[in-house]
Nanobody
Framework: QVQLVESGGGLVQPGGSLRLACAASGSISSIRGMGWYRQTPGKQRELVAFIDIGGTTNYADSVKGRFTISRDNAKNTLYLQMNSLKPEDTAVYLC?????????WGQGTQVTVSS
């Protein structure tokens, strides 16, 4: 079994910053990559940022230059540093782990950007 637990969400004013973390545990092997997605009611889940096993990163155009994805392999933890947050960044942010045998999801953490 694989468990992904996100943390770090909350309420922040426009222009503020948050750092999300996703701790992975369990039977983790043959990692292909890890990513952050976000979802708002009535909209399709969208990719925010992804980092593959080689460290190559990919970002949604809407967050380029503002968000940074990183990982700590020793701690099996994925991070998302979010700066210059905008109201349109409000969403549930979900962590994703892509293994050779399948894809796993966390429960998500709510990020609300509002004054």
């Amino acid at each position: 079994q694989v468990q992904l637990v996100e943390s770090g969400g909350g309420l922040v004013q426009p222009g503020g910053s948050l750092r999300l973390a996703c701790a992975a545990s369990g039977s983790i092997s043959s990692i292909r990559g890890m990513g952050w997605y976000r979802q708002t009611p009535g909209k399709q889940r969208e990719l925010v940022a992804f980092i593959d096993i080689g460290g190559t990163t990919n970002y949604a155009d809407s967050v380029k230059g503002r968000f940074t994805i990183s990982r700590d392999n020793a701690k099996n933890t994925l991070y998302l540093q979010m700066n210059s947050l905008k109201p349109e960044d409000t969403a549930v942010y979900l962590c994703n782990l892509f293994l050779a045998r399948g894809i796993y999801w966390g429960q998500g953490t709510q990020v609300t950007v509002s004054s």
